[in-house]
């Protein structure tokens, strides 16, 4: 692999779309594209099975599916990130299936279930971690009502190297942090938009659906933070945020829509998204995602110089 999972998890964690065929069925070979974009632009860790992936739109044979194919498009250009999550015996068959398809990594998404208990939580990542045969583990922590305890004490687990933390609260996290052990790495789960400002309580690379799209810019705004020079990151985060701003319409519905319909525009049609996702973008944001492309050059046929930009 060209870098270590430790150097990885600090980097960029590029969240895949699920491409579908004409039948609606998964089509993992219409990724190939994506992915030579991307890790040629430098990406650090492709994530497979993620929210962009529509994880919870698929069923747990084509998520098996998915983990292997992407692993075997990426062939040992980035360490694999593989996510896992559902029900416990889901969990368990994908870890162990991502682990046998040679994912470096799982992401635990955080059970969406009504009733979960925290003491509960451990007993499901020690499960997963026992079917992977010991893959780290990122935790996927999209609510910190759990508490800081508890956070910690799933932190302290053997195997969970790092935490994705998509919370828009930057205070708790800072408190999370202090109350772990400092090896743990803290990743921006919200994508470019909010990484800054979880840069500046002690987190350390984001996740992002951008890099389907217009990798070049992520990397640019990753290099900038790591740099520390806010001011060219904030600048950079500028001049994408008309794409986020879509993608976070309808309640977060539109989130994959507006990649997957960027991804036409670009000539990579990855088909549209499954409900209970928004599909298509409605003739106003498509009219602001069609303004966004064509303002930096990102459509299919635009001149490579463009595409290239930061």
């Not at 993992?28 to 594209?33: D, G, H, I, S, V």
């Not at 009733?115 to 583990?137: E, I, K």
């Not at 942090?177 to 743990?184: K, T, Y």
Request: glycine share 10%.
């Amino acid at each position: 692999m060209t870098r270590s999972l430790d150097q990885a998890q600090t980097g960029i964690s590029g969240i895949l779309v699920t491409p579908y065929d004409e039948r609606g069925e998964i089509a993992p070979e219409r990724l190939a594209p994506i992915l030579d974009r991307a890790l040629n632009a430098g990406l650090h860790m492709p994530v497979v099975n993620g929210n962009t992936g529509e994880f919870y739109a698929l069923t747990t044979d084509e998520a098996v599916t998915m983990a292997r194919e992407v692993v075997a498009l990426v062939a040992g250009r980035a360490p694999v990130l593989a996510g896992v999550g559902r029900g416990l015996r889901d969990a368990q068959r994908l870890a162990r299936a991502s682990a046998e398809a040679g994912a470096a990594a799982l992401m635990v998404h955080q059970p969406p279930d009504a009733f979960v208990a925290p003491r509960g939580l451990v007993d499901y990542m020690n499960a997963v971690a026992d079917a992977s045969g010991g893959l780290p583990m990122m935790l996927y922590l999209r609510n910190d009502a759990i508490g800081t305890s508890a956070i910690a004490e799933l932190c302290s687990l053997p195997g969970v190297k790092g935490v994705k933390w998509a919370t828009p609260n930057p205070l708790r996290l800072a408190e999370a942090r202090a109350a772990c052990d400092p090896s743990i790495v803290w990743v921006g789960g919200l994508a470019e938009v909010w990484a800054p400002v979880f840069y500046a309580v002690g987190a350390r690379g984001f996740t992002s659906g951008l890099i389907n799209v217009w990798p070049e810019r992520s990397l640019a705004i990753h290099a900038a933070l790591e740099a520390g020079d806010f001011a060219k990151a904030n600048a950079l985060i500028e001049g994408m945020r008309a794409f986020e701003d879509i993608r976070a319409e309808e309640m977060a519905g539109t989130n994959v829509t507006g990649v997957k319909a960027a991804l036409i525009a670009q000539g990579i049609d990855c088909g549209p998204t499954r409900p209970p996702s928004a599909w298509p973008l409605t003739p106003v944001q498509q009219a602001r995602l069609d303004a966004f492309l064509d303002a930096n050059e990102l459509r299919a046929g635009a001149p490579q110089r463009a595409l290239n930009r930061n």
